[in-house]
């Protein structure tokens, strides 16, 4: 950024050089990372690291890391100003504790899935086999016997086949809904 005062060029010093009060030139190695309209990036890494040690991490870089390298100190310096004993590491092992109950709740949410799955199988089965079982019984004929004697000999015979050797008696009880 530029400003023209008094017909010279003159540029703003960078949010570094500012808040240290110094000159900032040309070759002013936190100029590209700390621009002078965000002054609280700077004031932040440096209330951590210290401008010494900024400035001697970037020269030890090369060009294309410092931009990285710069984020990285602002957001450990933002997270060290929270929480001053465990910095970052508070919060990565706080995310990791949320996967783990996350991962927790997906597990239970797919098993009760599953469960349901099993149980609407179960049931299409039981209502099938209880529609086969009402087509292959005899029609209700009322000439020849009682009808009340007539129902009684169908809900045996129907109780009998549901609880044949072959179907699994725990199907009928098991509840749909916990």
Not at 60 to 72: C, F, I, Q, T
Not at 126 to 138: A, D, I, M, P
Not at 150 to 158: E, G, V
Request: net charge negative.
């Amino acid at each position: 950024m530029e400003r023209i005062a008094s017909g010279k060029q003159s540029t703003f010093p960078c949010a570094a050089c500012k808040i240290l009060r110094r000159r900032c030139g040309e070759k002013c190695v936190l100029a590209p990372y700390f621009p002078p309209d965000n002054p609280h990036k700077f004031a932040t890494a440096h209330r951590v690291f210290g401008a010494s040690n900024i400035i001697k991490m970037l020269k030890d870089l090369p060009y294309d890391r410092r931009a990285d390298a710069v984020s990285s100190m602002v957001y450990e310096a933002e997270a060290r100003l929270r929480d001053p004993v465990y910095g970052c590491a508070g919060t990565v092992c706080h995310l990791q504790h949320q996967i783990s109950k996350l991962q927790t709740q997906l597990a239970t949410a797919q098993a009760e899935i599953l469960k349901l799955h099993l149980q609407q199988a179960n049931l299409v089965s039981l209502v099938s086999r209880l529609y086969k079982s009402g087509e292959e019984s005899e029609p209700f004929s009322s000439s020849e016997s009682d009808p009340q004697d007539n129902d009684n000999d169908n809900s045996a015979d129907h109780n009998n086949d549901l609880f044949s050797e072959d179907s699994d008696p725990m199907l009928l009880w098991e509840p749909l809904w916990p």
